[in-house]
C-alpha cells in the first residue's frame, strides 16, 4: 500500500467533481475504488449516492454505442455505470421514443420448438414425425 500523492488527490478531487465514479476514478490512478471512496470520504468528499442521474454526456455516448450494437455491459464500463442501469435505459428509451433507442429487428414469425428440427430418416429411407424422435 502506497501513500496518495497530492498530484492524486487532486486528480481524485477533480473527477469526483466531474461525476466519475469511484471505480473509474480508481482505473485512472491504478487504485482500487475502496481506496478512492475512503480517501475522498476522508478528505470531505460525500459518499456517491446509489441513483446518479444521466448526464447529457453519458446518455449521448450511451445512445451512440447503442447504435452500434455494443452490449449493455461494456456500454455501463465505457460510462461508469451497471449493465443492469443501462438495460433499463434501453427500455425506457424505448417506451418513451422509437427514434431515441434503436430497435432490435424482431422474429418474422413467432418462435416454435418444432418449426425448424428435421425429423429423422430411419434406416429403411422413410421419415418418422410421430413419436418424438426430432434433431
Known sequence: M????????DKAKALATQGLSRSNIG?????????????LCR??????????PWS??????FLKLHAEGVSCGKIGKA????????CG???RMRDCSAAAAPARPAHAEPWHPLRDKKPVVLQNGSSS????AFR
Not at 79 to 86: W, Y
Open 27 to 39: 482505473n485512472s490512478l491504478g487504485r482500487s475504488k475502496a481506496s478512492v471512496s475512503q480517501k
Open 79 to 86: 460510462i461508469g455505470k451497471t449493465r443492469s442501469a443501462v
Open 56 to 61: 447529457a454526456d453519458h446518455t449521448a455516448l
Open 2 to 9: 502506497t501513500a496518495w500523492t497530492e498530484a492524486e488527490l
Open 129 to 132: 414425425s410421430s413419436g418424438g
Open 43 to 52: 478528505v470531505g468528499f460525500p459518499k456517491q449516492p446509489r441513483n446518479t
Open 89 to 91: 435505459k434501453v427500455h
